[in-house]
């Protein structure tokens, strides 16, 4: 038995060794295909960059110093990038820190997965422990369909989050199952565990809440307490600083995505598929427990009554910790299915799909014949391969969006706007390229003025965003006019410049950002700086500066109420206004 455990752990540390290594070059052949300049896929990450070196600089957390506001839900990652900025931020190579940061956390997840399923083959009896190929399966499948490469070159908080989620999930479902006398180191470990989790990212409270609720069920209240404490410790700790700056108890970021983003799919990037490929994961899991559920049920005395064999097959469940972790996985990501809308760039869910597929696995290794684990994986993946494929596709494609739409603009204002206000929906970029431009912020998550009037009864107007506009001294603005909620608030007041185009945007479908002067006086200034900026090849500039006042108006007002229906095409556009009236 001595020896066979030994080569366990022999082929254990080769499996891990192998898939740590196969996702570090998926990684590289990413960041490989996804072209040069390098850019994130999503413009957030240079937000929480950002953010970060405000507090460095000046100690005011935002985008810029003088306009604190909580523009990211993950405190814990910006106080991190801020660290990383204090030791490496003079370093032309800054950019690529959080790159940095997120492969560490992809080798942590591979770290806690492999001890997860190597506690599951340890309770498993010895004949029906995995092989060390199929182990490597059961590491692999997880990671390729998290994916955990695409949320690494992502370079945000969520891959830190399948990290600790799962981990907290699973000590914590070890420790809230126990039939062990509760321990204030115990104690001390949930609470650290839950106060990391829910800092790296708010929506993480999702895992403490189904833990804390099986601690109350088995009377484990000091386990229940470090982990609703250790919840609400970082949401109110931040949330007093942002009161305190004149904004909410919780970011920004959350605050406004309830209002910005319609649950339609119009504004949601492959909603359906993402949907999908979460509830197949979870109706996966859900199967796999309910069948160890079903075999403790057969178990029981079969002289009891119903009710009383449903109570303590409950009870069961409560105090085993793999139906705890099954539980935790599928109670989060139901939470995350109907508030939080999966398949937003496969980023949102990525936590909860990571538990539910860890949880299945687990399952596997303890109830199920080597035939049933193969149907099973071939299975998930033949659900999953969509899901990885396309992520893939998105994430190598996406920063040739990132590109012309956000880091050219931004090199734009940076080259002649310096040191102006600048109006801009997107903030992420210009914040990090232009840093002596001060980012006003038309979404609201970086401005708390803005996201006031979105929150108010009447909503944000055209007209306070003109007086806004007027206020802060801003020469233009740079925003997405395909976006509704930015389309309706456009001024009467502002001029259409030129539409700055390239090429198809994969992740948006916007082929052109608006650039507009907020005043007839910025029109050819703005115009001569358009043209004397050297584009890159692909980025095109369709001018608008010669339309007449009365069409400038007409124009801006047809795009407020039909938004990008005005303009079906480029070409169409220019030729309609041009030698005729408006849609």
Request: glycine share 6%; net charge positive.
């Amino acid at each position: 038995m001595d020896a066979i455990d030994r080569s366990s752990s022999t082929d254990i540390r080769a499996e891990v060794l192998l898939a740590i290594s196969i996702n570090i070059t998926i990684l590289l052949a990413l960041i490989l295909a996804s072209g040069r300049p390098f850019a994130y896929p999503l413009d957030d990450a240079y937000i929480q960059m950002s953010v970060a070196r405000t507090l460095h600089d000046s100690g005011t957390w935002g985008i810029d110093r003088l306009d604190p506001a909580a523009a990211s839900s993950s405190p814990f990652y910006v106080l991190l990038l801020a660290v990383a900025y204090t030791l490496a931020g003079k370093l032309a190579a800054f950019e690529w820190v959080p790159l940095v940061i997120n492969a560490l956390a992809m080798v942590g997840s591979l770290l806690v997965w492999d001890r997860i399923l190597d506690d599951a083959a340890a309770m498993a009896p010895a004949a029906a422990r995995p092989s060390a190929r199929l182990r490597f399966a059961l590491l692999m499948a997880p990671a390729v369909a998290t994916p955990l490469a695409v949320m690494t070159l992502i370079g945000m908080e969520h891959t830190l989050q399948c990290l600790t989620d799962v981990a907290l999930a699973y000590h914590g479902g070890k420790a809230v199952a126990s039939r062990r006398a509760q321990s204030w180191q115990d104690a001390l470990l949930l609470f650290i565990a839950a106060y990391l989790a829910v800092g790296i990212r708010y929506e993480s409270v999702l895992v403490v809440g189904p833990l804390a609720g099986v601690a109350l069920l088995n009377r484990r209240f000091t386990y229940a307490a470090a982990l609703i404490l250790g919840a609400v410790l970082p949401i109110a700790s931040f949330g007093l600083l942002w009161l305190q700056d004149g904004g909410w108890l919780v970011p920004n970021s959350i605050v406004m995505k309830l209002i910005l983003h319609d649950q339609n799919g119009r504004h949601v990037i492959q909603n359906l598929p993402g949907s999908l490929t979460l509830a197949g994961a979870m109706a996966v899991n859900a199967g796999l427990a309910a069948v160890r559920l079903r075999r403790r049920w057969r178990a029981l005395d079969a002289g009891g009554t119903r009710a009383g064999r449903l109570r303590a097959l409950l009870a069961i469940g409560q105090r085993d910790w793999v139906t705890v972790f099954a539980a935790t996985a599928l109670a989060s990501a139901g939470a995350q299915l109907l508030a939080g809308a999966a398949g937003w760039l496969y980023r949102y869910e990525a936590a909860v799909l990571s538990l539910n597929l860890v949880s299945a696995l687990v399952l596997l290794i303890l109830d199920h014949k080597p035939r049933v684990r193969a149907l099973v994986l071939a299975g998930l993946g033949l659900m999953l391969a969509y899901r990885a494929g396309d992520a893939i596709y998105l994430a190598t494609a996406a920063p040739a969006d990132r590109r012309w739409e956000h880091v050219e603009p931004a090199k734009f204002v940076r080259q002649f706007y310096p040191d102006s206000p600048i109006v801009v929906n997107d903030i992420g970029a210009v914040a990090w390229y232009s840093p002596a431009s001060r980012v006003l912020d038309l979404a609201g998550l970086a401005n708390n003025d803005i996201a006031r009037l979105r929150l108010s009864p009447a909503g944000l107007d055209w007209q306070a965003v003109d007086a806004w506009t007027r206020a802060a001294g801003a020469p233009l603005a740079i925003i997405q006019i395909c976006w509704d909620p930015i389309a309706e608030v456009i001024p009467d007041t502002w001029r259409l410049v030129a539409l700055w185009a390239g090429p198809d945007n994969v992740l948006f479908g916007d082929k052109a950002i608006g650039i507009f002067a907020t005043s007839q006086d910025q029109l050819a200034p703005l115009k001569r700086n358009l043209a004397r900026y050297p584009k890159p090849p692909g980025i095109r500039m369709y001018y608008f500066d010669d339309m007449p006042e009365g069409y400038q108006v007409s124009f801006i007002q047809q795009v407020r109420e039909h938004h990008c229906q005005v303009i079906p095409s480029l070409a169409n556009a220019i030729q309609q206004w041009r030698t005729g009236p408006l849609p």
